[in-house]
Structures are given as structure tokens and as C-alpha cells.
């Protein structure tokens, strides 16, 4: 298995010579920012979403919106931590070397890579919580995914994953976030009601001003009655 992507007419290989060679083009500022926006800008652009949207959901007006959405902005990390386990026996099993090692002439933006390079744990953790948000709010669960997208060209860009590298933590990622969704939804909306209705702590979960919001209700207006009514009010 550690000769995966070894042979240089794989389009796996000429797809990393094609993107990484972007960065030989590149000024060294770019490659720069590439580096630092591969390894950690993502990452934490990634949490601010999260803090945005419970933000967003903790002002729904109906408490059962709060609760659902802020209990499926919880499972978008727990998800990324489940899913990065997964990936411990993976990698070990797979065994395949960062491509520096198997190729020369690539630009290396972060030295320092000596694990196993399948699966690629930054695409995995970012489709995860991309797609664990997208279960909380449409919203903003698209915009993560968008970033779990720039991150795995990213790490092809920086040098030290496969394209498919990044395929396999998309595909990972996105199968534990869809997959233990409904259990996990299941275990934290009953706990996340309980945190609702607490006092001390339950503006995690909704805050003043979707308390103050009035409920709209629909009331039906009943129609006027016909025949033996019109003979009563005849009488």
C-alpha cells in the first residue's frame, strides 16, 4: 500500500506537479501566506463560522429552532474529533509517504511533515465540521464547505498531500458528519433542551431577544352558517 501514487504518469502525481507548480510561479510572499492559510488561517476561519452560527441560531424565534440548530452546531466539532480518529488506523493501515518524499522537484511551503500523508487529517476536519454545520444551518454550512474546498487545494498547493489525499478526508470526513447524524442529534437536543430552560445557563442556547419575539398564531374564522341558521335569525 505505501506505493500508492508512486508512478509518475499517475494523473494522481501529474495533478500535484500541476498544482503545486503554482507555487514555484508564485512570489515568495504568496507562497508565505499559501503556507500560513494552509496550515492554520483556515482552521481558525473555520471556528469564527462556528461561533457565527450559534451566534445565528441562539436568535431563532421558536425555542425548538434554537435547540435543534445549536445541537447540531455542536455535533459539527465532535464529528471532526470522531472523524480524525477514524483516520489514526487508516493512515496506519495505508502507510503511503508524503509525496516529497516519493517525488523530487515539488515546493515544500511547511517542512517539518514526517506522519503518513492518507488521509490528509486538515481535509478531514474541515469537511467534517463544513458538514456538521450544514445539518445546523444551511447558511452557513455552505460557506465551511467552501472552505474545506480552499484548504484541500491548499494542502496539494503546500506540497504535502496527494489530491487524493484530500479526496479520501473530504469522503471521510463527510461520512462520520451524515452518518452518526441522527444518533448524535438524537443524545444532544435532549441535553440542549435541559441547558434552554436552565437560568443560569440557558442564553447558550437562546437568547433575550428571540425570547422577546411574539408568536404569531393563526386563529380560523369561522364561516358564516347557512340554512337552519339564516331561519333562526329570520325568527
Not at 431563532?60 to 455542536?74: H, P, Q, Y
Not at 469522503?171 to 462520520?176: E, M, N, P, S
Request: glycine fraction near 10%.
Amino acid at each position: 500500500m505505501s506505493g500508492l501514487a508512486s508512478d509518475g504518469s499517475n494523473p494522481d502525481v501529474s495533478l500535484l506537479y500541476d498544482i503545486n507548480g503554482l507555487a514555484k510561479t508564485a512570489p515568495p510572499w504568496f507562497d508565505r501566506v499559501m503556507g500560513f492559510v494552509g496550515e492554520w488561517g483556515i482552521m481558525l476561519a473555520m471556528v469564527l463560522v462556528v461561533l457565527w452560527c450559534w451566534w445565528s441560531v441562539r436568535r431563532r424565534g421558536a425555542l425548538t429552532d434554537s435547540v435543534s440548530g445549536v445541537a447540531g452546531m455542536i455535533w459539527a466539532p465532535l464529528a471532526a474529533g470522531i472523524a480524525l480518529l477514524v483516520n489514526i488506523p487508516i493512515r496506519g493501515f495505508v502507510e503511503r509517504p508524503r509525496p516529497f518524499k516519493d517525488h523530487e522537484g515539488l515546493e515544500v511551503l511547511i517542512a517539518g511533515k514526517t506522519d503518513f500523508s492518507f488521509v490528509s487529517d486538515h481535509a478531514t476536519l474541515a469537511m467534517a465540521v463544513a458538514v456538521g454545520l450544514f445539518v445546523a444551518h444551511r447558511k452557513f454550512g455552505l460557506a465551511a464547505i467552501g472552505l474545506a474546498l480552499a484548504e484541500g487545494f491548499c494542502r496539494v498547493y503546500m506540497g504535502v498531500h496527494y489530491p487524493t489525499d484530500v479526496v479520501g478526508g473530504f469522503a471521510l470526513g463527510t461520512a462520520v458528519a451524515l452518518l452518526l447524524a441522527p444518533l448524535a442529534l438524537a443524545l444532544l437536543t435532549p441535553l440542549v433542551s435541559a441547558v434552554a430552560r436552565s437560568r443560569a445557563v440557558g442564553r447558550l442556547v437562546r437568547s433575550r431577544r428571540a425570547e422577546r419575539q411574539p408568536v404569531t398564531e393563526t386563529v380560523d374564522i369561522p364561516e358564516p352558517r347557512s340554512g337552519a341558521g339564516d331561519n333562526d335569525l329570520a325568527a
